[in-house]
């Protein structure tokens, strides 16, 4: 196959582990294409059980078969947590840790993919956003006159961004609760277009369920929204767990698709900040510190 120089000149970005698709929906021994970073990349799983990705040449058509002896210049890859991570740079050895994935009864799954017309780093303030719960999500993670936000913190912990003690009157935080509560929340940012948010488990307070939005940045103003769900729960079916998350998501998705700048400006002055978006200023301040220049507007560049 003919080489192909990398398009993203975010050093940053370029050398981090990106999700491309759920481990069960990839098609094996066929190839499967997507978008990472503005080039057109292929995966698959070879015969033998490999995952297997590559920078595609023009004109290359989904479905046809791949011979694994072919690709001549394969990124790195990584299966983690039921999805297949992809760098086209030099990614660090590991993806971040997750340990609450080995718990024997913790059910994680694939809870869909959408595609959204916005930038990656949209999306992960979108998620950091309590304040919009009882009125984007009403019913649900929120309601009317509950709106109050009260005081939380954010810190960075080996890396991360860890939002904790934020609760939030919550009436349905998922599928098998069944009365109104006031919900702990606590929210990881590990990457930077990954976001985690943990919460009270329904069956069992004393642990947690998780919901992580992987985004996938397709380009700088498209990004692959990949749900993930990892719950403690024995009454639900996994259609109605999906459904449940990609309803909640399928309310946030015009939000974003409408917000302008559909980059992230950086520079503090930019859009007034108010007491509920403490996490929003600590991840924008912590992408400006690493560098990230890729689906933001850094400090010091006029938005469009």
């Known amino acids: ?131 919009h719960f009882p009125y984007v999500h009403e019913g649900n993670l929120g309601i009317e006159p509950f709106t109050e936000v009260v005081e939380y913190e954010v810190e960075i912990v080996d890396g991360e961004i860890i939002a904790s003690k934020c609760d939030f009157f919550v009436p349905k935080a998922g599928t098998n609760f069944d009365k109104p509560a006031l919900t702990r929340y606590r929210y990881r940012v590990p990457s930077p277009f990954c976001v985690m948010l943990y919460y009270d488990s329904g069956p069992d307070p004393e642990r947690e369920d998780i919901v992580g939005v992987w985004f996938q940045p397709m380009t700088r103003e498209l990004v692959r929204a990949h749900n993930y769900m990892g719950v403690i729960d024995t009454t639900s079916s996994d259609t109605e767990i999906k459904r449940y998350q990609l309803e909640i998501f399928s309310e946030d998705k015009p939000i974003l698709e409408n917000q302008h700048p559909k980059l992230l ?16 200023i600590v991840y924008r301040r912590w992408l400006s510190e690493l560098g990230v220049s890729y689906g933001v507007i850094p400090e010091g560049v006029a938005g469009r």
């Open 265 to 280: 400006p950086l520079d503090p002055r930019a859009e007034t900040p108010i007491r509920a978006d403490k996490s929003a």
């Open 1 to 131: 196959m003919e080489l192909i120089e990398p398009v993203c000149s975010d050093p940053v970005i370029a050398n981090l582990w990106h999700p491309v698709s759920a481990i069960d929906e990839i098609h094996r021994g066929l190839l499967n294409k997507t978008l990472l970073l503005d080039e057109e990349i292929g995966f698959t799983v070879t015969p033998g059980g490999e995952y297997r990705s590559w920078r595609l040449p023009p004109s290359s058509a989904s479905g046809q078969a791949v011979d694994p002896e072919e690709i001549s210049d394969p990124l790195p890859v990584k299966s983690e947590y039921g999805y297949l991570w992809v760098c086209l740079g030099e990614p660090p050895e590991r993806l971040f840790d997750m340990p609450e994935f080995d718990d024997p009864d913790r059910r994680s799954m694939n809870a869909g993919t959408v595609t959204v017309a916005t930038s990656a780093p949209r999306g992960v303030e979108n998620f950091l956003d309590l304040g």
